[in-house]
């Protein structure tokens, strides 16, 4: 509410709260200082500019500011690779179904169940976590693993989606606990 | 695409590892397929990855800048000091360039919502259709002609207020086809320019165009 009414204190608040977060993001995203700072520049600048937006989105500003920090990391990247320089839609506005997500985390204890994905991500098998992380920490698309790894995408896009289903499961952990 | 497909890469596209064709077209099936209900936690795994990163620190300036940074932006609907001058120019190129066709048609929306589509091209050969959801904040816009590979910036003008919608970064054939999210009212403008290096820059260039809903 704080930030929807222009209070830059609260911006200031949400900074000293969060920056170390979202510049370590960005930072091991882009591998590049400079750069992070102006990943998460923009970030907060977005959070400032959508305020109203970031008030009605369930969920903590936090995990709003890091999914806008991500993805402009990996717009950077990309466009510093010259390949896939910006999507449509989504770098701007997280979608409806980050929306989704927000609410989801917002129905769990997120610092809990984040433990428990980290672990779960630290028990995958080493070609799986691999392909979590040049995805997801170095914004590579399944095709540039696969041409990097020299795999076939299929094989990629099997290591992610048999990855993310045991990071769901822990997740999931809550309900069955 | 279909279901079987989009299930193959939902864990990708959860973990932003798609490019930008494969995305629009796996959320272009989200919007309408109800069958996978499972996106939203992968999702959700993807932001828990984020918020688990290692923190570190910024350098001692960024919190200053970015602070400078939001006393020179206010909101988005607050950005007065030069709207004047920018309308101005603004109107002078719609002159210019003309608007060779426009084509208004009301249809029945789902749900008693009435979706509003307009279609005109440019001067500049550019292809326009906006379908608008007026009180919903999904509507829907296509362009053909623009650039190749260019990031462009959608302005809504509301009375003096230019609000940003978003970017995009049109294919290589020109075009971009996609959702956005903002409320639409009646009687706003639209805008299109050519995006700035940061999308908190005001209006970059020359409109390609503004045209009334």
Sequence with gaps: VRLARRDRTALAELYDACSGRAFGLAYRVTGDGPAAEDVVHDAFLWMWEHGDRVDATRGSP??????????????????????????????????AIDEQALALLAEVDEAEVRERVLVALEGLNPE??????????????????????????????????LAMGRLRAALREEDSS | ????????????????????????????????????????????????????????????????????????????????????????????????????????????GDEGSDVYVKEFETGSGVSVRFEVNFGE??????FRGLESRENYHLWAIRGEDWLSIGTFRSNPEGRWSGDFEFQMRPGDAVCLTVAGESEHSGPFGEPIFIEDL
């Design chain 2, 1 to 108: 695409m279909n279901c079987e497909q989009v299930r193959e890469l939902e864990a990708a596209f959860a973990l932003d590892a798609l490019d930008e064709e494969e995305r629009a077209a796996v959320i272009a099936h989200l919007d309408v397929c109800g069958e996978h209900g499972n996106v939203a936690e992968q999702r959700a795994v993807a932001m828990l990855l984020a918020s688990g990163a290692a923190g570190a620190v910024p350098s001692a300036g960024l919190r200053d800048r970015v602070l400078a940074s939001a006393a020179d932006r206010p909101h988005a609907s607050n950005r007065r000091p030069w709207v004047w001058w920018y309308g101005a120019a603004a109107a002078i190129v719609i002159v210019v360039a003309g608007v060779i066709a426009a084509t208004m048609l009301m249809s029945g």
């Design chain 1, 128 to 161: 799986q976590r691999e392909a979590v992380d040049l995805a997801f920490f170095q914004g590579m698309t399944h095709q540039q693993i696969a041409a990097a790894r020299s795999l076939p995408v299929g094989t990629v896009k099997s290591r992610l989606r």
């Design chain 2, 137 to 142: 904040t999904a509507s829907r816009a296509t």
């Design chain 1, 62 to 95: 936090e995990a709003l500011l890091l999914t806008v920090t991500h993805r402009r990391a990996i717009d950077y990247v990309r466009k510093r690779s010259r390949q896939d320089a910006r999507r449509p839609g989504g770098e701007v506005f997280p979608d």
